[in-house]
């Protein structure tokens, strides 16, 4: 099993060009989510999914678009980059439900992304 | 927020000691979950632990909560250079949102 897998690992964009940041799991993970993480913040939550055809906003929606088409992709799209969205962008994903939150996320290996 | 808060930034020791990482947090839970992310890759998960339990062991590592105080601990016993990492506490949502907070997570240098 590969687990989660986020494609680019490094991207550079300009001010104002779009992008669309991949993410996939091959656990059949109904929840999937996703972080980004700037130094001195932690990883805060963009937008996240409890299954196919459902989505819903995090903490730092703004600028971030995702859908949820099927169960193994969550894409997440930056619609008009900005230096204020460079950041290492993590994906996760989780196969169990607890009263409250996800049970154990499993996280992919990161996309680094650099907005000029 | 939710959001926990780790405790202390960074911790430095050597081989062979303990390491201990306290997290805070602002209101009721019904589960928190310890991971750890070593330099330039994704988070891995460590341990659960659920609002009815007070303490729990996996391996070297040992995770107190006390939801009167709001916090937890993690232990890492007879660190190794290997454990050098960010650890990082998260906690949900009691009103049933499906989420999970992070906080900003302690920086362990064990050096050997």
Redesign the interface.
Same mark, same amino acid.
């Given at each position: 099993n590969a687990g989660?897998t986020q494609t680019p690992k490094f991207q550079v964009l300009k001010t104002g060009q779009s992008m669309t940041l991949q993410c996939a799991q091959d656990m059949n993970h109904e929840?999937m989510?996703w &972080?980004r993480q700037d130094p001195?913040?932690?990883?805060?939550?963009i937008h &996240?999914s409890?299954g196919a055809g459902i989505t819903?906003q995090?903490?730092v929606p703004n600028g971030y678009n995702v859908s949820r088409s099927t169960t193994e992709d969550f894409p997440l799209r930056l619609l008009s980059a900005a230096p204020s969205q460079t950041s290492v962008y993590?994906c996760?994903s989780s196969g169990s439900?607890?009263?409250?939150?996800?049970?154990?996320?499993?996280?992919?290996?990161?996309s680094r992304l650099t907005v000029l | 927020s939710q959001q926990g808060e780790e405790d202390p930034q960074a911790l430095s020791i050597q081989e062979g000691e303990n390491a201990t990482m306290n997290c805070s947090y602002k209101t009721s839970i019904n589960n928190l979950q310890w991971y750890r992310q070593n330099s330039g890759r994704g988070l891995v998960h460590l341990i659960l632990i659920r609002s009815n339990e007070r303490e729990k062991h996996s391996g070297r590592l040992r995770v107190t909560l006390d939801t009167s105080k709001k916090s937890s601990s993690l232990l890492i016993t007879a660190s190794r250079a290997a454990d050098t990492a960010s650890y990082f506490c998260a906690t949900d949502e009691p009103s049933g949102y499906s989420t999970l907070t992070f906080g900003k997570g302690t920086m362990l240098l064990v050096s050997p």
């Open positions: 989660v929840y989510s &972080y001195g913040m932690g990883l805060r939550l &996240y409890v819903d995090g903490e993590f996760a439900r607890l009263a409250g939150g996800p049970g154990e996320l499993f996280f992919g290996e990161g | -």
